[in-house]
């Protein structure tokens, strides 16, 4: 019976601890609130356990939760592993839980290049001892599989082998150059997008937005033409460049523009919807003292650039954000 259980996804042995921590608590309730989790999502994490492996697992009867025969035969074969496992990563952190070492790296093309470079070099004169690896990606599922101990994107993401941190609320401005303006005029409502250009991002870092909001309210909006990018500085450079208004610029890819007079913002506070960026580590990384070093002092780092650029912003320049 046990031949069911060799399969990709029934070989992991996260949910499989998650399944046993199920089994001895008789309750997902309380499961869910040990893990943070909803508890539909506990019981869909469960189902897709039993949809793997062709067995059901538990036999429910109203509150009450009793294990199957291979849910008994499971434990006895699979919780060994689990604790061989733990005990195995025990022992490779104290080893390595120090402030020394290396750190693998995730992040944006974009952001990694304007934004992290500069904080990495900050953060390495003041910890010479701490060392990068780097992977910059458009597709944040490239780093968010344990290719790297810590990475940034849009969250949350709710996955169970991740820790994560909120760290600030991404600020989107829709701006465009002086010379496309001057050419066009200045675009003061969603309605008058229709007789501008667009210069629209594609990349998979976050979803596209077709809603702007102000104020509580939303509304669509469409453009006369269209250049798209999946690279942000590109459309960035396409903005400056005079090529159209761009709805979606993210304050820090955007702020020094503004500053120097290339790009102005439009729309009188009309913007795409806002979304929060977080750093993770993995539930292996988080042990290591070097990683929450880099955790902490990157969150404080980066609140006090964003608080700065959006404290400049809205008093020096007017921006309504």
């Known amino acids: ?94 080893g390595s839980s120090d402030e020394s070492g290396s750190i693998r790296f995730g992040a944006m093309p974009g952001f990694m290049q304007t934004q992290i470079v500069p904080l990495l070099v900050e953060f390495q004169r003041i910890y010479p001892q701490i060392s990068f690896d780097v992977t910059a990606d458009d597709d944040p599922a490239a780093f968010m599989r344990g290719q790297t101990d810590l990475m940034l994107y849009y969250g949350p993401v709710h996955s169970l082998s991740l820790v994560e941190h909120w760290v600030t609320r991404a600020i989107f401005i829709p701006c465009a150059s002086p010379k496309y303006l001057s050419r066009t005029g200045m675009p003061k409502t969603p309605s008058d997008l229709s007789n501008h250009n667009g210069i629209v991002y594609t990349g998979r870092v976050r979803p596209h937005s077709d809603i702007l909001e102000k104020s509580g309210v939303q509304t669509r909006y469409k453009w006369k033409s269209m250049i798209r990018f999946n690279n942000i500085l590109s459309a960035k450079a396409a903005a400056v460049a005079g090529g159209g208004i761009v709805l979606d610029m993210p304050m820090h890819h955007c702020y020094e523009e503004i500053v120097r007079g290339d790009l102005v913002p439009v729309l009188n506070g009309w913007h795409v919807p806002s979304l929060d960026n977080y750093i993770a580590s993995t539930v292996e990384a988080t042990k290591l003292k070097r990683v929450q070093l880099f955790i902490d002092w990157y969150i404080r780092r980066r609140r006090e650039i964003e608080g700065e650029f959006r404290r400049s912003l809205q008093e020096d320049y007017g921006v309504p954000i």
């Open 1 to 94: 019976m046990l031949k069911a259980l060799h399969s990709t996804k029934s070989m992991n042995l996260g949910l499989w601890a998650l399944f046993f921590q199920v089994l001895e608590e008789r309750s997902f309730s309380r499961v869910a609130d040990q893990r943070g989790l909803d508890r539909a999502q506990l019981s869909r994490l469960i189902a897709s356990l039993e949809k793997e492996i062709g067995h059901e697992l538990l036999v429910r009867n109203g509150p009450r939760i009793e294990p199957t025969q291979i849910a008994l035969q499971a434990k006895q074969h699979i919780a060994p592993l689990i604790d061989d496992m733990e005990s195995a990563l025990s022992i490779m952190m104290a």
